[in-house]
């Protein structure tokens, strides 16, 4: 491991710290009474205080000194004088230790009094110290110069991410998303359970990934010796507790997809479902408006949230607008009794890429993603799909070619979706048959059959209602941000690369290709004016770490700077 200059200096303090009898990383308890927003809020000059915190900025001026100490809760002042801790002849606790010896990003604890300074700035005047733990590599912490330009932020997405520990650190506005986020999760869980819903949990890992359209991830269990899958859904397992009795089910679920990455899709992300018993889409739309109103104001004190561009108001109750008659406002083209053929032809001419194993719901589904989804900013349902988009649902009361079914969207986006739940199981039985007809096409989004979900709709379930909704992406919409990266604290990221130490020749030929790539392999040859020996190992070492790659080509062998 090739260590920075700072990173020696800190290993080389730790060292000293050890000399002088300080243990670095101390096991016992440190007992707190206060924390930075405590002080704050109940200050009382000359009160005794216990703090601790992560020493992050201090202005040494010879025996006294000015520093921020950051807690969960914010920051607070703290002065340093060497005569209030260091009382006796003995000054090494201030003048090696505090001085030369800690560093910003230390976490320490304090003992003191408050006081207020000259200019009104709430302050603990330290009377001791201790290392609760000795920071060895440097915080990523914004420069100011004299002209107060801030420069060298840690605000690069892929290391922020990467590194969400340093971001929480030396960004505090990350904290609030991640605080925001808990909120919204505790709303909507006393909002269920102050009307009688009961939270259960479902298995991750299941024998068949039911429960909606996607590609899952596989693993196997050795013991059983069968394939097993992570979970892209909990639906059938919830409606298998309808069955059992319960009037109203649900659940925060972690889901995995093995689909694609982008700014609003993760492979794991979060997802609520409830069921309840005794009801239809019509009044889950009620339901869905109202949670999402008492979500919105729990969350940020008010319905309206700015996203983008764009104020969104979650204030019930929200437009509905059939799936039909948005395809036809916005295309022109009419779905009602149209064959897959004719769909797919329709489709070809909106320009909408199609293949032939798409079935007529897929079809119809990729039309209104390309003409209609970006329409809607405000919320809105989308109601009444097509009976082949919804294998799981119940047909329409007043048209069989339809299902009782609800996407609510917002800014272009589908957030929740709804059925009046399919209890009949023949119906459901026919339904999973033809998902399998599509998998024979080659739709490897197409559900399996669960028969053991079979077994128990032929038990008799009641008339009830579902929903799902995108806890990840809902957060996204309450604090204004438009990655889904920006409220998971550890979202999935592509390998990181490890850093590779060039030769001399090396960076000599990657010089050139910054300058000219691709470029003929005998050009950059001649140019880097190496030795056959030097060349032949220096091209090897590029391309087997994947900083150039060597194509042939009707004109030659080119390399190109990856």
């Not at 982008?262 to 409830?274: K, Q, V």
């Not at 053929?341 to 329709?346: F, L, N, Q, V």
């Not at 690369?497 to 003929?520: F, G, N, Q, R, Y």
Request: charged share 30%; hydrophobic share 35%.
């Amino acid at each position: 491991m090739q260590l920075s200059e700072q990173e020696l200096v800190r290993r080389e303090k730790l060292n000293a710290l050890r000399n002088l009898g300080i243990n670095p990383y101390p096991a016992a308890l440190y007992p707190t009474d206060h924390t930075s927003e405590k002080i704050k809020q109940e200050f009382t000059e000359g009160k005794k205080v216990v703090i601790a915190g992560r020493l992050m900025s201090r202005r040494i001026q010879g025996k006294a000194s000015f520093a921020e100490l950051q807690d969960a809760d914010g920051r607070v002042q703290v002065y340093f004088n060497r005569d209030e801790i260091c009382t006796g002849e003995d000054k090494t606790q201030y003048n090696e230790v505090y001085k030369k010896l800690l560093d910003i990003g230390d976490f320490i604890g304090v003992e003191g009094e408050l006081f207020t300074t000259k200019v009104g700035e709430k302050t603990v005047m330290v009377k001791d110290f201790t290392l609760l733990s000795k920071a060895l590599r440097p915080l990523p912490l914004p420069k100011t110069d004299k002209d107060g330009n801030t420069f060298d932020e840690f605000n690069d997405p892929e290391l922020r991410y990467r590194q969400r520990y340093a971001d929480l650190v030396v960004n505090p506005q990350v904290k609030d998303v991640f605080v925001k986020r808990t909120k919204l999760f505790n709303a909507m869980r006393d909002f269920f359970n102050d009307r009688g819903y009961f939270e259960v949990e479902t298995p991750i890992l299941q024998p068949i990934p039911g429960g909606a359209a996607a590609r899952p991830f596989v693993t196997h269990h050795n013991s059983l010796d069968i394939p097993l899958y992570m979970r892209i859904a909990n639906e059938l397992y919830l409606k298998r507790l309808i069955v059992g009795g319960f009037d109203g089910v649900y659940e925060f679920s972690k889901n995995f997809r093995n689909e694609g990455m982008d700014r609003t899709h993760n492979p794991e992300f979060t997802a609520m479902e409830i069921y309840v018993a005794y009801k239809d889409y019509n009044w889950m739309m009620d339901f869905c408006e109202q949670l999402l109103e008492f979500c919105a104001i729990a969350v940020n004190g008010t319905t309206k949230v700015t996203f983008g561009d764009h104020e969104i108001d979650f204030k019930a109750p929200y437009a509905r607008v059939t799936m039909t008659d948005a395809i036809k406002h916005f295309s022109g083209f009419d779905i009602t009794d149209k064959t897959e053929e004719e769909i797919r032809s329709a489709a070809k001419e909106m320009g909408i890429e199609v293949d032939d194993t798409m079935g007529k719901g897929k079809l119809i589904d990729e039309i209104f993603g390309e003409k209609c989804e970006g329409n809607y900013i405000q919320p809105t349902f989308i109601t009444d799909y097509p009976k082949e988009m919804s294998p799981l649902c119940k047909e329409h009361r007043d048209n069989p070619e339809l299902t009782e079914r609800f996407e609510l969207m917002v800014c272009g986006k589908e957030i929740a979706n709804a059925y009046s739940e399919l209890n009949d199981p023949i119906d459901q039985r026919e339904r999973f048959e033809d998902q399998l007809k599509l998998s024979e096409k080659g739709d490897d989004e197409a559900m399996f059959i669960d028969h053991d979900f079979l077994r128990a709709l032929e038990y008799g379930m009641p008339p009830t209602s579902g929903m799902g909704i995108g806890m990840d992406r809902l957060i996204m919409y309450l604090t204004n941000n438009q990655s889904i990266q920006e409220v998971l604290f550890f979202p999935q990221m592509r390998p990181e690369k490890k850093a590779v130490t060039l030769t001399e020749e090396e960076k000599a030929v990657v010089s050139i290709l910054k300058s000219t790539s691709p470029i003929d392999l005998n050009e950059l040859k001649s140019k880097s004016g190496l030795s056959n020996k030097k060349w032949d190992k220096t091209i090897k070492g590029l391309t087997k770490n994947k900083l150039a790659k060597v194509d042939k080509t009707e004109e030659g062998l080119l390399v190109e700077l990856l």
